[in-house]
């Protein structure tokens, strides 16, 4: 590439316009304010930055706060499990024996029934073998004895029962 340095070359003029525009913002001090405006952008980023980290930060301990209240829970909620597993243990447990002792209790009160039905029954039969026993007794007394013979068989009665009543 060839340059001209002819003063009628429009290159020459763009060029020494576009320096002298750069000497004009340096004049004026545009370099200072964008350089500012740049510091103060930086700054601007440095504290969103710095802000972005705290928050970062308080971020990570509250997660970890969360963490360790999540393991909590966790813990107390499978102690709680055990727990009701134990005490569903123990429940069931208590009422197998609970109906263990009913049942039991109710086989005795059944024993006993049986028992005192039994005791009713033979007393029942005793007094009606008795009854009858005295009934055919007497019938039979009726036919084969004589009227002068019932004194003495009175009182020989009499005795007999004082002996087996002592």
Do not use: C
Not at 12 to 23: D, E, G, M, S
Not at 96 to 118: F, G, H, P, S, V
Request: hydrophobic fraction near 45%; charge should be positive.
């Amino acid at each position: 590439m060839h340059f001209d340095f002819d003063p009628g070359s429009p290159t020459i003029w763009v060029f020494l316009a576009v320096i002298l525009f750069f000497i004009a913002l340096g004049y004026f001090g545009v370099h200072k304010k964008i350089a500012s405006a740049l510091d103060t952008r930086a700054d601007k980023i440095r504290v969103e930055l710095e802000e972005a980290r705290r928050l970062r930060e308080e971020a990570q301990t509250l997660l970890a706060s969360f963490q360790r209240k999540q393991k909590e829970a966790e813990k107390q909620a499978e102690s709680i499990v055990k727990q009701a597993r134990i005490d569903a243990e123990n429940m069931a447990a208590q009422s197998r024996k609970d109906l263990a002792d009913r049942l039991e209790r109710r086989a005795q009160q059944a024993e006993a029934k049986i028992q005192n039905a039994e005791a009713q029954a033979m007393a029942d039969v005793k007094s009606k073998a008795a009854d009858m026993a005295v009934n055919t007794a007497e019938a039979l007394m009726r036919k084969n004895m004589k009227p002068a013979d019932h004194s003495a068989l009175i009182k020989d009665g009499i005795t007999q029962m004082g002996k087996v009543m002592n």
